[in-house]
């Protein structure tokens, strides 16, 4: 695929590093498209591409186009019939789609059989990374669809990724993922806790990051959100506003296979409060300023 053209719809932090992963590859990227206009038309005058106005126009322009939108809503709309309007439908006979956003595995199926209508194919490449790994190239993907879509399109995905695993069947990489942002997402308000309650209890912080480390309180979030925790540094990397969502998707997932995940729903509600709160554009690491002693006020209701 190396003269391949590349189409991006979805052009913030990650889906930005990804287009000038690709281009630094030498891989042709010739159109962006994004709801936020102004950034779009940025990134297409770095890129050397166009930031066009309509779906369409990114169809038309590329072979392949990655969506990587902001939730099911996003997906659905990009994705609408093309007799409801503009669409990446129109005219998308022999397209591949790579959509990279987190969603409900029910939606992702809903896509491949709408492209499948106009004789276009999709893939799943749901990505457990962050900002940094996607301008790297060191991307964890898990993709979901037709083997023979997922061979087409593995030697474009391998320069965006250092892990490339296919899951099985579309839908199956999305519910992956959401159990891989769930099981993050409670460790992230365990660890949040932990901390919380050394602090109160006046224990030195670094001392108890470091006896975490070494024991069976060990994770990965320790090691990428403890000190941001202590140190109230939440610059935003996955927001809580997405973990709330996509730990939603996991327990949504869990009604309808009739399991009771209390831990889980737990969590959901602190980010969904961290939200309500007005803290939902900070990292997950904020989860931090809900349960540390003296931080975040709740917000009272307006009076009318």
């Known amino acids: 695929m190396s003269t391949t053209n590349i189409g991006f719809v979805g052009v913030g932090r990650m889906g930005a590093n990804m287009a000038r992963r690709l281009r630094d590859c030498g891989q042709p990227v010739t159109a962006v498209y994004d709801v936020a206009r102004e950034v779009a038309r940025e990134l297409a005058t770095e890129l050397g591409c166009r930031a066009v106005e309509t779906l369409a126009e990114v169809t038309q322009a590329a ?75 060191k991307l964890y993907l898990m993709c979901g669809g037709d083997p023979e879509v997922f061979a ?100 949504a997932l869990a009604k309808e296979k009739g399991l009771n995940l209390p831990l889980a729903a737990a969590t959901v509600r602190q980010y969904r409060r961290m939200v309500t709160e007005g803290l939902g554009q900070l990292d997950k690491s904020g989860i931090a300023e809900l349960t540390f002693p003296g931080r975040h006020r709740p917000r009272r209701p307006k009076r009318n």
């Open 63 to 137: 072979d392949v186009i990655f969506t990587v939108v902001s939730d099911d809503r996003a997906m659905r709309r990009i994705f609408a019939p093309p007799s409801q309007g503009d669409s990446l439908l129109k005219g998308a006979r022999g397209k591949l789609f790579i959509n990279c956003a987190t969603l409900t595995p029910a939606v992702h199926v809903e896509v491949q059989r709408a492209a499948r209508r106009v004789g276009a194919s999709t893939l799943e490449a749901c990505m457990a990374s962050s900002i940094p790994q996607a301008r790297e190239g």
């Open 152 to 251: 087409k399109a593995k030697p474009l995905l391998e320069r965006l990724s250092a892990s490339l695993r296919f899951i099985g069947p579309t839908g199956q990489a999305a519910t992956v993922k959401a159990l891989v942002n769930m099981v993050m997402n409670c460790n992230t308000a365990a660890l949040a806790e932990g901390l919380a309650l050394a602090a109160a209890c006046k224990l030195d912080l670094a001392v108890v990051r470091e006896v975490f480390g070494q024991t069976g309180a060990a994770s990965r979030v320790l090691q990428t959100d403890g000190e941001d925790m202590e140190k109230r540094d939440h610059a935003c990397f996955f927001s809580a506003e997405h973990a709330a969502k996509d730990s939603g998707i996991a327990l």
